[in-house]
């Protein structure tokens, strides 16, 4: 018998923009509904390269957050060819810092500062290793004669696989992966190697940027592939194993910045995306699965405890907003803007807002502080 609702402990997103400012403030909301934690991604203008850069990045979003939600972000460095192992190891000292993001400089949204040689970096990757902090990868190369549906496995071979020989004892999640070459890729890899997976990956191939018409609000990069990959991540989401955990990889861009001569890429799914994972696991038989994958396998990777606190699900109709509003800049659209999904978060009433719904805060006199993350129970 198919439930009618489905408890599972409060997940977690292994992989998040935020954004900054006003923008940051009407985005946040959507993930602090339904997540407890998010590792968020450090690709500002200008990106968070130090650990001040991190833990004032971190006080931002705490000042944003709305009274009624909880909610943990997780920070990231930012690499660049002048990053120290001395500045990795300040940010394991200060504490809000969990990971360390790859870029190849130019591979997406506010990358043009990444790394340009993987090789001349190995001393930051050794610190990483030494801190037990990961290095999130996004895995493409930026050869220009090199297909964009292959970048990602010819990432896999010509620079992936050399570093961890390098670094055997680094931990590395393979960020978003896309492709069957991915999920054998992790698989076949040390224990040191993990990879997210986002809910537009799972539930859509590359016809969606085509189906009636060019959709941007599709557009993402990586980009969306065949239907063979997509069913080759599905089958790794919802196998159960640890290797594999949620990352939305939610991006928003306003609708200025999409439909344009040349759109960003991103896909905003922060404000449906547990009801898109929950739809994925449930098509393929595995809504039992749901809670490794969204709520317990990442917090095992990076050493943390899982969440205390449980969310619920209920099958009922919600309605994907056509758009979401965001200041004066514009709106955002979500994935699947219009269409019907078979499952709803339940969420308390917000900010005297409808349960579900929920909006920025006005600005608090007081700023929010918390300590460091405790990990003295579930060390790197």
């Not at 450090?42 to 944003?64: E, H």
């Not at 309605?319 to 978060?345: C, F, H, K, Q, Y």
Request: net charge negative; with cysteine; hydrophobic share 40%.
């Amino acid at each position: 018998m198919t439930p009618t609702t489905l408890t599972i402990t409060r997940p977690d997103d292994w992989h998040l923009h935020l954004r900054d400012g006003e923008l940051m403030a009407h985005v946040l909301p959507h993930t602090a509904r339904c997540f407890g934690r998010a590792v968020v991604m450090p690709n500002l203008k200008p990106p968070v390269t130090t650990a001040a850069a991190a833990r004032a990045y971190y006080d931002r979003i705490l000042d944003a957050l709305h009274p009624d939600l909880d909610f943990t972000p997780l920070m990231t460095l930012y690499l660049t060819d002048a990053t120290t192992p001395a500045e990795i190891e300040r940010a394991r000292a200060d504490g809000v810092v969990v990971a360390a993001k790859l870029y190849p400089a130019g591979a997406t949204t506010n990358s043009d500062e990444g790394l340009t040689d993987l090789v001349r970096a190995r001393p930051v990757f050794a610190a990483l290793a030494a801190c037990g902090l990961p290095l999130l990868v996004h895995g493409e190369v930026t050869d220009p004669e090199v297909d964009v549906f292959d970048r990602e496995a010819v990432f896999l071979e010509r620079h992936l696989r050399p570093l961890l020989d390098a670094v055997p004892g680094l931990k590395v999640v393979l960020e978003h992966v896309t492709t069957k070459q991915g999920v054998d890729f992790v698989l076949q890899g040390p224990p040191t190697l993990a990879a997210t997976i986002t809910a537009h990956h799972l539930l859509y191939n590359r016809g969606a940027m085509f189906r009636g018409g060019l959709n941007p609000h599709y557009y993402c990069l990586p980009v969306l592939k065949r239907e063979e990959h997509r069913l080759a991540l599905v089958e790794a989401a919802t196998s159960g194993s640890p290797r594999f955990f949620l990352g939305t990889d939610s991006a928003p861009h306003v609708r200025g910045a999409k439909e344009c001569g040349c759109g960003c890429a991103g896909i905003f799914s922060a404000p449906v995306a547990i009801e898109m994972y929950a739809t994925a696991f449930e098509q393929a038989g595995a809504l039992d699965r749901l809670e490794g994958f969204a709520s317990r396998h990442g917090a095992a990777f990076y050493g943390l405890p899982p969440n205390r606190d449980t969310v619920t699900l209920s099958r009922r109709e919600r309605s994907v907003p056509a758009a979401i509003a965001a200041g004066p800049a514009g709106d955002l659209v979500p994935p699947g803007a219009g269409a019907t999904l078979g499952w709803e978060l339940d969420t308390p009433a917000i900010g005297g807002l409808p349960g579900g719904v929920v909006a920025p805060r006005e600005k608090r006199e007081e700023p929010r502080r918390r300590m460091p993350l405790d990990r003295s129970e579930f060390p790197l």
